[in-house]
């Protein structure tokens, strides 16, 4: 697989405490929307993780007498091309390197594992504050705007829409502040925690 790839593959879930488990069944589900189009409708294509930063596609084939589907079948003379001793019966895999798939289908895959890593940051953030109400926490303002600031709660990007500023007080980007969490809401659009600094808590 190329090597930047898997770099970034790697770094996200580092970066973003991503289970890897589970991003790899995101990218096979990526791959497999990709394979299709490149080595047939009923095409099958296996990723190996050994865990450490290497990835390897597999395109898996079953041995057979005589060729019905080529997306999913192999002869026996094309199949010991790549596993000598193959059988009838037999299913062997066949390395595809990363490049074959082509830059629209890394792209599709490229954009399957962003939303998946969207919804688990998602999830993990209305995990960690769903029962924090009424909890005051420190940040930092990232953005202003007319209809609120944009606070970096560490782990999460939180709102505290201008109703919920204190009039007089004026914030910069990057300065400290402190605000008490109103609700966390899964369902939002944008940032699920909201913050105010005008609750008398």
């Known amino acids: 697989m190329s090597i930047h790839f898997a770099e970034a593959f790697n770094q996200l879930i580092r970066e973003r405490r991503l289970d890897r488990a589970v991003l790899m069944d995101t990218l096979t589900q990526g791959f497999a929307s990709a394979v299709p189009r490149k080595y047939g409708p009923t095409a099958e294509v296996r990723i190996e993780d050994d865990g450490h930063g290497s990835i390897e596609l597999f395109l898996v084939k079953n041995v057979v007498e005589t060729v019905e589907d080529p997306s999913t079948q192999i002869s026996i003379a094309d199949a010991q091309d ?3 001793g193959a059988e009838v019966g037999d299913a062997i895999e066949i390395n595809l390197p990363f490049e074959e798939f082509g830059r629209n289908a890394i792209q599709v895959t490229k954009q399957i594992l962003m939303q998946k890593i969207r919804e688990f940051e998602r999830d993990r953030v209305f995990e960690e504050y769903k029962d924090r109400a009424n909890e005051i926490v420190s940040g930092s303002v990232q953005q202003i705007d007319r209809t609120g ?53």
């Open 82 to 84: 790549y596993a000598e």
């Open 149 to 201: 600031i944009l606070v970096n709660v560490g782990s999460a990007e939180a709102f505290m829409p201008k109703k919920d500023q204190i009039r007089r007080e004026r914030y910069q980007e990057g300065s400290s502040i402190r605000a008490v969490v109103m609700k966390v809401d899964k369902e939002a659009k944008g940032p699920m925690v909201t913050l105010s600094r005008t609750s008398p808590e």
